[in-house]
């Protein structure tokens, strides 16, 4: 069924910059959809959401060098086979001397990834020095044992590196043993001796057999098939089955992968995929795209149809640096990712059939509405626009600003998520130019919108509304040498920034003078003499100076002052029953040294409480305060002289609360 793979890749070949270069001038790369990588859910989390990993064979140059290249590595996946680095020729390249550079390298980027490492490879024909293919039959085994071991040995401790390919390819495509130089060297002992040198040097890992065109049921899958049982059935610790599974679409697609990892599991097995690409005849159209992408598709859904997968491992990611095109001529373009690391088809397939809904999007926004200006003060202003639609989805929008109304260059000054923003931080009476322009969750972003230019208040241009009237100030807490004033709040097109406070002196005539200013809605005078009148008025202020109309007056009387002025009061609750309660004695003091005409207590009455009865006093409540006055008999007391007076108070049953926060003012 599945046809004769073009075996010439076995000699080891290396990358080079020199080589990249070739290829991109050999092949006229027609110009297919690239896109920024997209705004996908990356494959590891889908994968792991799934309890299969997702990885790649890392090639140790660019894992050092490019910046790209190590950002997807950590993004999307979570599991690394080492594509060159843990092959006996780089890390035992002559007997016993060891280079662990490569293979350290990808363990430790692993490590700081959260990624598990599959080790590749410990005994196969290719990428093994001559000084071992030379070795008579008892050296050779005993260098297999010493090397599995050591690079065995080294790692199994790191909690990453969880698996190995402990023999790679030991087959021919008739199902045959290969005929390699252990095989004619050692007989197919080899095999079950390797693995049980692996589980000596570490018993957690799990031990794999991996091979190509194994991955439909043919001679060569069949043959592994029987060897792997019956190497279970003596104990030989064999783990788990790698299914290379290099691809080309010229040869279709294995459509019994699935049936065929199904009888693996059955063995009692883990099996993966270990070295997935699916190259395509050059040159690359739009078409092969889809084809391949299918053929990846088919093998994750085959991978996640059987519990026994474990994942799947590309052999790269980017088509800058895959092994196709060096090994089989015409072939090329096998992965996810282009030589520019964008995604291609097959990675929206493989996200796609991991679950994912990625956004292979390369459609920009419309461009977004001029802005408009409202609110503009001294320092801001706030812009809204008319929002851009997207084929997908606007995912925000870029805030561009430059200065003065014309020249000078647009520079981001922000983001926002809706249409509109607000600029804060501007200078005064100052020109503004504003652009917008909407961003894709792919990163598309549209052109930027027309200009509007705003200019900011402060010198008479802009804001033109002044506030509304203040409410008529009322006065609270007159002493003899103060007042607090309060009033209803102006209004303002854009905001009141602060009220001006004026005043004049008697109770009709004179002019009104600025005593103050507040930025709430209340203002306390002092300085004022006693036993005098004062009326005041409040104005409101925008930020732009704009003024509203004055209030109405006030007028204010303060209290008796100087030395013969001050009484004291206190009060007494005589009794209290559900619904009510008597106040009495309320005593009031003249503790001046002259004598006082006449006194005023106020006092706090709780909401719902009513007066309905008062004796030896003028009582009156309004909004919350009672206000006692002297009787036409009792407001006249000599300094220390005392005099009384009494009310009594309804109320709601369920109330216990009572009249409080007496205070006394003369006269
Ligand atoms: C390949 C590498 O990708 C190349 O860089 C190298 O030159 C040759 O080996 N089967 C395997 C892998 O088990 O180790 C091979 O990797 C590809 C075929």
């Known amino acids: 069924m599945t046809p004769p793979r ?114 590749h490879t410990l005994v196969w024909h290719s990428q093994t020095p001559g000084w071992v293919q030379g070795l008579g039959a008892t050296a050779m085994r005993s260098a297999m044992q010493d090397h599995i071991s050591t690079v065995v040995g ?56 991996n091979d190509y065109n194994v991955e439909g049921i043919n001679a060569k899958s069949t043959a592994m098939y029987n060897l792997v049982q019956s190497l279970r059935a003596q ?31 059955a063995l009692g097995v883990q099996v993966r995929v270990t070295e997935l690409d699916v190259r395509i005849l050059t040159p690359r159209t739009s078409a092969k795209d889809t084809v391949q992408a299918q053929y990846y598709t088919n093998v994750v859904n085959a991978c996640l149809a059987v519990t026994a997968c ?27 990712y282009d030589s520019n690391y964008a995604v291609k088809p097959a990675y ?29 003060t001294s320092s801001g202003v706030t812009l809204s626009w008319t929002a851009s639609t997207d084929n997908v989805g606007v995912s925000g929008y870029d805030i561009l600003r430059a200065p003065g109304t014309s020249g000078g260059s647009f520079t981001q000054v922000g983001t926002s998520t809706s249409a509109t923003f607000s600029d804060t931080g501007l200078s005064a009476n100052t020109s503004y130019r504003y652009q917008v322009r909407a961003r894709d969750a792919a990163g598309n972003t549209s052109a930027a919108s027309s200009a509007v230019t705003v200019t ?17 100030p009322t006065a609270s807490g007159v002493t003899s040498s103060g007042v607090t004033l309060s009033w209803t709040a ?108 006449g006194w005023t207590v106020t006092f706090t009455l709780p909401s719902g409480h009513a007066l309905v009865g008062q004796w030896n006093g003028v009582i009156t409540v309004s909004g919350g305060t009672g206000t006692a006055k002297n009787a036409n008999y009792n407001g006249a007391l000599a300094p220390g002289q005392s005099t009384t007076f009494g009310f009594q108070v309804s109320r709601s049953s369920s109330d216990n609360s009572t009249a409080s926060g007496f205070t006394c003012a003369t006269p």
């Open 6 to 119: 073009v075996s010439v890749h076995r000699a080891r070949r290396r990358f080079t910059a020199l080589t990249v270069l070739a290829l991109v001038s050999t092949f006229a790369l027609p110009v297919l959809s690239a896109s920024p990588a997209a705004a996908a859910t990356p494959l590891r989390t889908l994968a792991a959401a799934k309890g299969k990993f997702i990885g790649f064979a890392a090639a140790t140059s660019p894992l050092a060098n490019e910046a790209a290249y190590r950002t997807i590595a950590q993004t999307e996946f979570n599991q690394i086979t080492a594509e060159n680095a843990m092959k006996w020729d780089a890390t035992e390249p002559s007997d016993n001397s060891w280079n662990f550079s490569g293979a350290d390298q990808i363990v430790n980027f692993a490590v700081a990834n959260n990624q598990v490492v599959h080790g």
């Open 154 to 209: 080294r790692y199994a401790s790191n909690a990453a590196v969880q698996s190995w390919d402990v023999v790679n390819e030991v087959f021919e495509e008739n199902g045959s043993f290969r005929s390699s130089f252990w095989y004619n060297t050692l007989g197919q002992s080899f095999i079950a001796d390797a693995f049980r040198y692996a589980r000596a040097a570490d018993p957690d890992a799990k031990l794999c057999i």
């Open 235 to 265: 104990n030989v610790p064999v783990d788990c089955v790698g299914f290379q599974t290099h691809l080309a679409t010229q040869y279709g697609f294995p459509s019994d992968l699935q049936q065929n990892m199904a009888r693996f599991a």
């Open 310 to 336: 474990a994942g799947i491992t590309i052999w790269g990611f980017t088509d800058k640096y895959s092994w196709v095109p060096d090994t089989f001529p015409s072939e090329g373009f096998a992965l996810p």
């Open 348 to 376: 929206t397939a493989i996200n796609t059939a991991l679950g994912g809904s990625p956004n292979n999007d390369t459609q920009a926004p419309t461009t977004p509405g001029t802005p408009t200006a409202s609110g503009v």
């Open 456 to 472: 900011t208040t402060g010198g008479g241009t802009g804001d033109t509304q002044a506030p509304s009237t203040p409410g008529t």
């Open 490 to 597: 102006s209004t303002d097109n854009v905001g009141v920034t602060g009220y001006d406070i004026l005043r004049a002196p008697g109770t009709s005539g004179g002019s009104f003078a600025q005593v103050g200013t507040s930025t709430t809605t209340s203002f306390s005078d002092t300085g004022l003499s006693a036993s005098t009148s004062y009326r005041y008025q409040v104005r409101a202020r925008d930020a732009a100076g704009n003024v509203s109309a004055v209030s109405s007056a006030v007028t204010v009387t303060t209290t008796g002052g100087g030395t013969g002025g001050g009484c004291s009061v206190t009060a007494a609750v005589q009794t209290q029953w559900n619904g009510g309660y008597v106040i009495q004695p309320v005593t009031v003091t003249n503790t001046g040294t002259s004598a006082i005409s």
